[in-house]
């Protein structure tokens, strides 16, 4: 068990941790279920590194050294697997072809726009936010490597091989939906239930459409399609949350 958590910390985050040997395959597909935790963790550092330098700074300002932040600790993984997808699906090539441009380490037009509008609008969106929002900013990143974790059990492998294949169609539905209640319940202590609601029901509408979409352009899911679904999930969120406050 403690081995999967630190893989899953190892792997999508850039942070210190307990060096790992000789991994196996299943001790990667098993540390998935420890998104949520990971997400935890990092909405946490990003919620709570906004509030502090909105203290000090116009919020504005604070939420764009905060999102810098969160963004790094990730390593960028996930932004960069929406700008590989972006620039799939923008290429319109036969489904072979999508694959391998999004597997091409150079960054196109239609991924480059793709992350200007994804930070672009999260920045916007957090801004608008109170400055209070510590629980909203670490529910979003938790529910959105929850979506992740349920792409993996909804959708097959894009390609045999990719990172991709370790984790698709490997996860059961159990730990899933546990990790869904567990989410709304220990959410509904420190938000009102109608933002909960409706950021959970948001989050499982956008998981459910990307998936069958990427499903169908790709033959299944990527590693990258994994990092884009995080990214559209997280972005719509905070539209949501700020809707619903409104």
Not at 159 to 166: E, N, Q, S, T
Request: proline share 5%; charged share 15%; hydrophobic share 55%.
């Amino acid at each position: 068990m403690w081995r999967c958590f630190v893989l899953a910390w190892q792997f999508f985050t850039i942070l210190p941790a307990p060096v790992v040997d000789g991994p196996t395959d299943n001790e990667l597909r098993k540390s998935a279920y420890y998104l949520p935790v990971i997400g935890l963790g990092l909405g946490a550092i990003f919620g709570l590194c906004r509030w502090g330098l909105g203290l000090v700074m116009p919020l504005p300002a604070a939420t764009f050294v905060a999102l810098t932040v969160y963004t790094l600790t990730t390593g960028a993984l996930h932004v960069d697997g929406l700008m590989d997808t972006a620039d799939a699906i923008g290429s319109r090539k036969p489904r072979e072809e999508a694959l391998a441009i999004m597997k091409d380490s150079r960054v196109g037009a239609m991924g480059a726009i793709a992350a200007v509008l994804l930070l672009g609008g999260k920045w916007l969106a957090v801004s608008e936010l109170p400055e209070s929002s510590v629980g909203i900013i670490v529910l979003t990143s938790v529910l959105s490597r929850l979506a992740m974790l349920f792409a993996m059990y909804l959708a097959p492998a894009a390609r045999p091989g990719g990172l991709g294949a370790i984790f698709a169609k490997r996860v059961h539905l159990l730990p899933v939906v546990l990790w869904s209640a567990v989410v709304v319940l220990c959410s509904a202590i420190f938000l009102p239930i109608v933002q909960v609601v409706a950021m959970t029901v948001a989050c499982g509408l956008v998981t459910m459409v990307a998936t069958r979409a990427f499903s169908r352009r790709f033959g299944g899911m990527t590693g990258d399609t994994y990092g884009a679904l995080a990214e559209l999930t997280e972005w719509v969120l905070y539209f949501v949350a700020l809707a619903v406050i409104r």
